[in-house]
């Protein structure tokens, strides 16, 4: 499943440790006055005037030995409910596509309120399955790490990224569970048991 990268040189990294929420998330990290608002978010820029279902997602980051990560921050990208990405001809104005939230201090759970996103086209006219992309920065994290989150409620069978994950077993960690009306649990897992499929890209 490996493809050859000999087309761009990658960049030096270090780890986030526990200095990404100073730079990205300064009011989170309990250096508020940096910026009247923090930046990033939420994905809306008028939540009441977004078209389509806006769900909540919630989750968690769990280490190798099962332990939330209340360090955990994470940023989202993805289409609106057209499928189209922000600044696209017919995008919606209201929705922004980007967040960037942290799991909570206390209790390691996240939260994402977003837009459900409809299909969207790939590389080739390749239709894609409803999904969000997410990048995870934490403690001991050298690289953030690249994912998606599919919904259960939605025709995933020809989604090609999932239909690549020759471990099939390990394609339902990438699934949110619907959990009620508009709400999905998604749990990310570092490694271990029921770890979650991470992104080469």
């Not at 008028?46 to 280490?63: H, L, Q, R, T, W």
């Not at 499928?83 to 759970?109: I, K, M, Q, V």
Request: proline share 4%; hydrophobic share 35%.
């Amino acid at each position: 499943m490996s493809q050859k990268l000999n087309t761009l040189i990658e960049s030096a990294s270090q780890t986030a440790g526990p200095y990404v929420h100073i730079g990205l998330m300064p009011t989170y990290a309990g250096n508020a006055g940096y910026y009247d608002e923090e930046i990033g978010t939420t994905p809306f820029l008028d939540e009441g005037n977004a078209k389509g279902e806006i769900v909540e997602i919630v989750g968690s980051v769990f280490d190798g030995t099962g332990w939330a990560m209340r360090d955990a921050l994470i940023e989202s990208w993805q289409c609106d409910a057209s499928g189209l990405f922000a600044g696209a001809e017919g995008s919606d104005p209201a929705f922004t596509g980007h967040c960037r939230f942290a799991a909570d201090a206390d209790s390691g759970e996240f939260t994402l309120r977003t837009v459900k996103p409809a299909p969207t086209t790939g590389r080739g006219g390749v239709k894609l399955a409803p999904h969000i992309s997410l990048w995870v920065v934490a403690r001991g994290i050298n690289i953030g790490l690249q994912t998606r989150i599919y919904f259960e409620d939605e025709d995933n069978s020809n989604d090609p990224l999932l239909n690549r994950i020759e471990q099939r077993p390990r394609v339902d960690t990438l699934i949110a569970q619907k959990t009620g009306d508009g709400k999905y649990r998604f749990d990310i897992r570092l490694q271990g048991a029921g770890e979650t499929v991470f992104l080469d890209i």
